[in-house]
């Protein structure tokens, strides 16, 4: 399996300042909106982290259903992130990379995640998430965010198989069940950090379907699953599972950190596609004219060298690994469907 995202064309106390009536209607109003969002991860969360020049999300036909340009989404339109932003009501929080060009949208929180990581080094030499975590980090340190601030906010974390890739790539002499459980106690850690700086609820997406991806299922021609490499992520899942119950057991409000099941969901809207509008649940959308390719890739004279479907709204996939808009949005609605999103809020 390649990487996440085609690199180089191959391929988320102090209640002093605030007054008594604030926390009564606190009480009285449960459902309480954060109003800031702080996001880490990968791919399935970036919205334009990774600079233009090294990573296909900066070209056509990226973003062409939102923005309408390319952007640094991984996807035709809006991710994960920009989805979670508006059922919390605020706006999708600027990338990192933009907090000094964009000074008056860091009221809504940030996005730290870098397409391509893990929560260990990747082959792409881009921030880690122990080291997106020392972004926020140094930010509260330098006043961008107080205590309050972060009392009111939400944290996002996409940990969707970056690890696992470069797992596969290079010689490992760990089995690959021993690494699973180092990825669960490295994201524990991080979790555990974030809770630390003063982020109210953290939500961490157990792992998708990985074996359903356009790249695992293309030597099938895009028909079947394969379920060896989703028996180890539900092996991921189980374990990321016991962590965060044991944490939430461990914590005073007991319900601080919150699983994003993003494994049923895809299953989910892959067991029943037409009730989502997608016709084409496994079949990428944009691809690459041959192997050497991929969707965005362009030769030295600037020709096409992918082809993208008539109707991007009706497919579940747009690259060999990142779903599209209609695919986010109908994960999206399933979630809401499930009940999973409404303790996000407070
Ligand atoms: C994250 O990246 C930094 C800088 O490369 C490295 O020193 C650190 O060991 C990495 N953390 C983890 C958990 O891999
Ligand atoms: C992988 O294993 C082979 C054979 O054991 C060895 O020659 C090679 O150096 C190893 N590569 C890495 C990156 O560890
Ligand atoms: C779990 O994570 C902690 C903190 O990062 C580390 O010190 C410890 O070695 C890890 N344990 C395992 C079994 O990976
Ligand atoms: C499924 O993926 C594994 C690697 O995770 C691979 O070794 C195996 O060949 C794949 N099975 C099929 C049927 O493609
Ligand atoms: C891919 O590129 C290699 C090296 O440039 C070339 O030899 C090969 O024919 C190409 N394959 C296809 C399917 O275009």
Do not use: E
């Not at 089995?175 to 555990?192: D, K, M, Y």
């Amino acid at each position: 399996m390649k990487q996440l995202f085609p690199i180089l064309s191959l391929f988320l106390i102090l209640y002093l300042s605030v007054s008594g009536q604030r926390v009564v209607q606190a009480k009285a109003s449960p459902q309480q909106r954060p109003t800031k969002l702080f996001v880490f991860g990968d791919s399935y969360a970036d919205t334009g982290n990774i600079q233009r020049a090294f990573s296909n999300s900066w070209k056509d036909p990226y973003g062409a259903t939102f923005p309408g340009k390319p952007a640094g989404r991984f996807s035709d339109g809006r991710v994960l992130t920009d989805y979670i932003a508006k059922y919390l009501k605020v706006k999708s929080p600027i990338p990192y990379r933009l907090r000094k060009v964009m000074p008056k949208q860091v009221k809504y929180g940030m996005n730290f995640a870098f397409g391509g990581t893990g929560v260990f080094n990747t082959l792409a030499p881009l921030p880690n998430m122990t080291t997106q975590i020392d972004f926020l980090q140094h930010l509260i340190q330098h006043k961008v965010y107080t205590a309050l601030d972060l009392t009111n906010s939400v944290a996002l974390v996409s940990v969707a198989g970056n690890d696992y890739v470069r797992f596969m790539q290079t010689n490992a002499s760990q089995g690959l069940a021993s690494f699973v459980a180092t990825v669960i106690n490295q994201t524990r850690t991080n979790l555990i950090r974030i809770k630390g700086l003063g982020v109210k609820k953290i939500v961490v997406g157990a792992l998708q379907p990985l074996g359903c991806l356009p790249q695992m299922t293309a030597p099938t021609s895009f028909q079947r699953c394969n379920d060896t490499t989703n028996a180890m992520v539900l092996l991921h899942n189980a374990l990321l599972n016991q962590a965060v119950t044991r944490l939430n057991q461990q914590t005073k409000d007991r319900s601080s950190f919150l699983i994003l099941n993003l494994f049923d969901s895809f299953m989910s809207v892959f067991n029943h596609p037409s009730t989502h509008n997608i016709r084409s649940k496994f079949t990428p959308c944009c691809v690459g004219v041959s192997s050497n390719y991929s969707c965005g890739s362009v030769d030295m004279n600037n020709v096409k060298k992918y082809r993208v479907c008539d109707d991007p709204k009706s497919a579940f996939f747009w690259d060999l690994v990142h779903p599209t808009q209609a695919g986010w949005h109908a994960v999206y609605n399933k979630l809401r469907t499930m009940n999973a999103l409404q303790h996000i809020l407070y």
